[in-house]
Each structure stands twice: as structure tokens, then as C-alpha cells.
């Protein structure tokens, strides 16, 4: 039996290493060669050399030749010790790379031997590493429909989830596990060591899975086949997909203070992670909303916004920046809040909400919608949209040094309508002339909105559903409000009139 000892003393001997101390030599000589780190990234946040290409092992064989399309190019690999660099250019070489090197020791040897590196940001996650990329070799593969039935006999499959964790959060196959490419080699003989054992090798498409079943058969593993067409596949034929029920040690890093609170906890942050919000606008209240809520690991942050980022948002709408004036705010916004937390899924909507769009928008299956719009179309499309979709509205408004929030909840407490039937007529409404605030003040309320927001998700504490908070920032006061459900509203009360969506597009001269 072919241990992973024996492979790795065999790959050692095949391949070729540079030493730390000499590839310092080069690169201060000017010779550097191509650099590629293969660690994990959550490996690389302390710091990398310069000029290193960070793609982590389980994206080698997607991303090498898409970097260096020259197979007879000098590339260097390392990671934290040696180890898996060995067994990445040992795979590399099977791309037809000739000229490959794993660096002795890895990162730690050059730390050790004072070698200069630098803390680089990270790089975007790709959506799907997978999207584009060339078939994997040929493998023993199976088909979605044929697993799903081995699934149900009396001899299920082991499942190896091989995709990186910003992958596998999204869900994979019920009992899947999570087992990252980068070191399957090194974590399989702790899955099992029975080399006749089923396994089925998961990645987003099957082509990952294809270099891992390699990989496996290599280490003795006979039974190991891919999963044709990936977990994608799988979804594609309507299988279910299941959300891991246990954090990554990532996730658990990142989100380790909420990890200690016990109305959060890890069952609260994986009920984040699964949830999504929608946010009406990138302005002034979408802003911090949308800010703490990606930081908290709100799942999927949908943004509906169709301006772009004008200098004069800057002094309130902190998701933009100055660089940023004339980009479209809602590609703003992810670029901002990707760059926070790249676990997390950004949907953006470059459009306005409208009768024709509401429907198919609201009914993606949202949890909570955040209105912070500033005008009264958008406002009642809003309300009546959440009403005829149940989905909680936690509503925020401000204006020079004020702002108000309540939470809307279909049918547990009053809608705007049961406070607003219909809008004032347009010569009584008041002017939409773009009002005064307080630069800071849509930070408070839409924080305030925010924290709302995460209880509703949470299910903990009191929500404002019937209650409305009045911040005045002058006098520095909170006062709250009851609101009472109509039962005569047209839309939630107990006879609704409500009988479509009406766009008030005599206001502000929209339309
Ligand atoms: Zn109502």
C-alpha cells in the first residue's frame, strides 16, 4: 500500500528544489524567475514575496496556464513548508510544464532566512474557477443521476468536496466533505485509509475533481471517480444542495466574535451566511448598511441602484470613493464590499425599481429588504411589494439633522400604507428637491437599520414592527412611536382594494 509518506518521498525524489538561500540570490540579482505561491489564502494574509502570484493549490492546474501560457518557462512554487509545492509541481509537470521548481522549506525557510517579503492584498475570488477552463484528464467519472442512486443504496459513497471554502459555503451534496484540493493528499488517509473504498470527488464542474481523482489513484485509492459536471451539474438535474452546517476555520477566524455571542453563536452565523438582503439604493442609508452587513456575513447582498457615483454622494454614501465618480454605484458597492468580504455574494441591480420589475426582483427569495429610498414611488412600490411577498421592510428615512426607522412586517405589524394610504397629491407632496442631511446622520440610521435587520434575520430581541424611533441629532435625542395597523389598509388590512402595482410617476418629474 502506497502511503502519502511514500508518495511524497517518491515525488520529492522526481521533481527538483531551490533553496531558499538561492532563490534570494537570484532575485536580488535580477534573475528572478516566475513566482507562484500555493497556499491557502487564508495562508497568505501574513504576508508573501514579492512579485509571487498567489493561486492556491486547488486552482494550479486552472490558473497556471492561463498565467504562464510558456511551458517552457522557469516557475518557482512554494508554500508554507515545502510539502504540497512539492506535490503541485509534481502535477504541474503532467501540463507539460518543463521547467518546474519547489522551493525547499517553504515559506517558513525564507522567513527564516530574512527574506524580504510584503503583505499584497488579495486577490478577487473568482465566482467560478472553473468557468472557461479546459477539461480535466480523463477520468472514471459519474453521472449526477447515477450518484444520486448510489447515494440511496445500502453502500453509500464517500463524498469529497475538493472546491476552496468561499466555494463550499455556497452549499454542496448532503454528508459532502469539505476537503480543499490544496490538501486532499495530505487529509485523505484521516477519511479513510481503506483504499478500496468508494469515493466521489466533487468541484464546481468536474474539472478539479478530475486532477484530484488522479491524484488519488495515485495514492492507492482505486475506487475514486469524479462527479461528471460537477456540483453545478448536480443542481442542474433539481438534486439538493445542503448549506455546510459547520463554519470553516475561516469563517470561524473571521467571524469569531460573533462566534461568542450566545444570540449569535455559530448556528446564528450560519443562518447569516444563508441569508439575503435586499438593499434599495447604495446612497446615503445603503451605505453603512450595506457595509456592516457584508462584514457580518450576510450571505448575498442584493443592491438595487441605477445612478453612478457622483462627487457630491462622497460626503455621506461612504461605500464609493473619489477614484470611483462616474462608475456605476451599484459596481462601486461590490468592488467595496467584495474587497471587506470576499466570502459573501454581491447581486447588483443596475436599474430602478419599477411595476415591471418589482415581481421578478422581490421574488428572489429575499429574507429582508433595507428601504432607504428618497421618494415616494419607489416608497409604495416598496411597501406593496413586501406586503404581497411577505418579507419583512426595515424602513429608514432622514432629513438635515433627523432620521426615523421602523420595521414593516407583513401582517404582524402596520405597513406604510396603514400609516400613508396614498401619496399627497403631487402639488401637496413635499418638494423632491434633493434635501439637506447631515453628512453622518444616514451612517446612524442606517446602521440603526442594519442592527434591525440582523435581529429579524436572527429571530432575537425586539424589532421595531409597530414601533418607529425619531433620532434628533441636535438635541441628541431618541423618542419612540407606536404604530397601529389599519385594518381598513387597502393593501394588509383585513378587505385589501389593492390591485396592482401603481408607479407615481408624477412625481419628481420621474418617468
Ligand atoms: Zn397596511
Known sequence: MTTFRDRLNQIQAEITEITAEHLEERIAAGDAPIIIDVRQRDEIADGRLDHAHAVPFGLLELELPRLVPDRDAEVVLYCAGGTRSALAAHNAQKLGYTRLLSMAGGFGKWKQIGGPFKMHPLPDFPEDPEADAPPGPGVPTLSPLDLQALLASDQPPILLDVREDEETLRGSLKDAQNVVRGRLAMRIESVTEDRDARLVVL????????????????????????????????????????????????????????????????????????????????????????????????????????????????????????????????????????????????????????????????????????????????????????????????????????????????????????????????DMAPSCAEAGVLGVLPGIIGLLQAVEAIKVLLGVGNDLAGRLVHFDALQMKFRELRLRRDPECPVCGEHPTWTGYIDYEHFCGLG
Open 203 to 426: 468541484s464546481s464542474r468536474g474539472v478539479r475533481a478530475a486532477w484530484a481523482t488522479v491524484e488519488l489513484h495515485a495514492l492507492g485509492y482505486r475506487n475514486a471517480v469524479a462527479l461528471q459536471g460537477g456540483v453545478q451539474a448536480w443542481q442542474e438535474a433539481g438534486l439538493p444542495i445542503v448549506r455546510s452546517n459547520a463554519l470553516s476555520p475561516q469563517a470561524r477566524m473571521r467571524y469569531s466574535r460573533h462566534l461568542l455571542i450566545p444570540e449569535v453563536g455559530e448556528a446564528g452565523q450560519l443562518k447569516l451566511l444563508g441569508s439575503k438582503v435586499l438593499l434599495m439604493g447604495a446612497g446615503g442609508l445603503g451605505s453603512p448598511s450595506a457595509y456592516y452587513l457584508a462584514a457580518a456575513g450576510v450571505g448575498t447582498l442584493g443592491i438595487i441602484d441605477s445612478d453612478v457615483v457622483d462627487r457630491s454622494n462622497l460626503q455621506r454614501q461612504i461605500l464609493h470613493a473619489d477614484n470611483r465618480v462616474g462608475m456605476p454605484k451599484v459596481e462601486s458597492a461590490r468592488a467595496t464590499l467584495q474587497g471587506l468580504n470576499p466570502d459573501i455574494q454581491i447581486k447588483a441591480f443596475n436599474t430602478r425599481l419599477t411595476s415591471e420589475n418589482v415581481d421578478a426582483i422581490f421574488g428572489e427569495g429575499w429574507d429582508v429588504i433595507l428601504d432607504g429610498g428618497d421618494n415616494f414611488p419607489t416608497r409604495y412600490l416598496v411597501n406593496d411589494a413586501c406586503v404581497k411577498h411577505n418579507i419583512p421592510c426595515v424602513h429608514g428615512s432622514v432629513y438635515r439633522f433627523e432620521g426615523q426607522v421602523t420595521v414593516f412586517k407583513p401582517h404582524q405589524g402596520p405597513c406604510y400604507r396603514c400609516l400613508y394610504p396614498e401619496p399627497p397629491p403631487p
